[in-house]
């Protein structure tokens, strides 16, 4: 497994002396992303560079898309969405992306330092361009429904019938991200392989035994999956 390569690139980008902390859990990962607010994701265009960014910065709510469209209409300068989320909510994120390539030539970018997690990856990858600078974090993890382990303990309590409930719950949910998830990687032109390799490998629950559930894609996976295209000269 990879260890601190996805970090190499930013201590020689940034001229950093101290070496980033990474995660003993997770070793791809940083110890403390810098994911942004915990709060509903805040919009903030600023001039960037002389480019007009929309900063989007926060936890993925369920009326980020109407948010973001809106956000964008109203600044027609805006060429750029910068991302910074530990993730929310994953149907908003999926749509928030589709909102993004509804603006042709609309770029998505991860800075070197920010951290994109979970229902951020959906957003993110829904630009006509993409970047993840290099210290910049593409985090990704298995999605869950069995994340709450008292409702699985009560349910399990309540006995056999219950059980098989939630276990029919779990499964078709699961069932229908997992097919929303592949329509919408087709969709925005990602290697499906992305799922079944890198996400879909990942542990929903950690355990004693390995700890691990999240995974941060070095430079050479994210070309590799096409979660950032390769940019050719014009002409």
């Not at 951020?120 to 630009?127: D, H, K």
């Not at 939630?166 to 992305?194: H, V």
Request: glycine share 8%; charged share 25%.
């Amino acid at each position: 497994m990879r260890l601190a390569f996805p970090f190499l690139a930013l201590l020689l980008a940034t001229g950093a002396t101290k070496p980033v902390a990474m995660d003993p859990r997770n070793p791809t990962c940083p110890e403390k992303p810098e994911w942004g607010l915990a709060q509903a994701m805040k919009l903030t265009p600023v001039d960037k560079g002389g480019k007009r960014v929309l900063i989007a910065d926060g936890i993925i709510d369920s009326r980020l898309p109407e948010r973001l469209k809106a956000a964008i209409d109203a600044d027609e300068r805006i060429e750029e969405v910068w991302l910074k989320s530990r993730g929310g909510d994953a149907a908003a994120g999926n749509r928030a992306g589709k909102v993004i390539r509804s603006y042709p030539g609309m770029v998505t970018r991860i800075p070197s330092g920010w951290t994109c997690f979970s229902a951020c990856n959906f957003v993110f990858m829904g630009g006509d361009r993409r970047f993840v600078e290099p210290g910049g974090m593409f985090m990704v993890h298995m999605f869950t429904h069995t994340g709450d382990r008292d409702v699985i303990e009560i349910s399990v309590d309540e006995g056999t019938e219950e059980t098989t409930r939630l276990i029919g719950e779990i499964e078709q949910a699961s069932a229908l991200l997992a097919s929303e998830d592949n329509d919408f990687l087709i969709r925005m032109g990602i290697s499906r392989k992305l799922l079944t390799e890198v996400m879909y490998k990942q542990q929903a629950v950690a355990t004693k035994e390995n700890p691990s559930t999240r995974y941060c894609l070095s430079q050479d996976e994210v070309r590799k999956y096409n979660v950032v295209p390769v940019e050719r000269p014009a002409g």
